[in-house]
């Protein structure tokens, strides 16, 4: 059974750093290509980034230039480097293909004071 675990939200101000991961088990993650959603309160969820098996990555305009996406293969781990958070970035973080085939994790909430 595929499993999503996300972590290393929390509370930040404007202009910090956060750095998400994305653990998973009962799938390869070098075999498919990745993505990282956010979903604020009474808003849909939405792509924020994509890596494809071969490292290729794009961005939500909103997040380009300050969220940078990786795998680590060997640790079957995919990340969300998220620098110069802004309170609009509070939201939480889930990660899922970019189709959103898996089942999802619980997420993990970033909060952004300004």
């Known amino acids: 059974q595929v499993q999503l675990v996300e972590s290393g939200g929390g509370l930040v101000q404007t202009g910090g750093s956060l750095r998400l991961s994305c653990a998973a088990s009962?799938?390869?993650?070098?075999?498919?290509?990745m993505a990282w959603y956010r979903q604020a309160p009474g808003q849909q969820r939405e792509l924020v980034a994509t890596?494809?098996?071969?490292?290729?990555?794009n961005y939500a305009h909103s997040v380009k230039g300050r969220f940078t996406i990786s795998r680590d293969n060997a640790k079957n781990t995919v990340y969300l480097q998220m620098n110069s958070l802004e309170p609009e970035d509070t939201a939480v973080y889930y990660c899922n293909t970019p189709y959103r085939t898996l089942r999802w994790g619980q997420g993990t909430q970033v909060t952004v004071s300004s």
């Open positions: 890596i494809n098996n071969l490292g290729g990555t």
């Open positions: 009962g799938i390869i993650l070098s075999s498919t290509s």
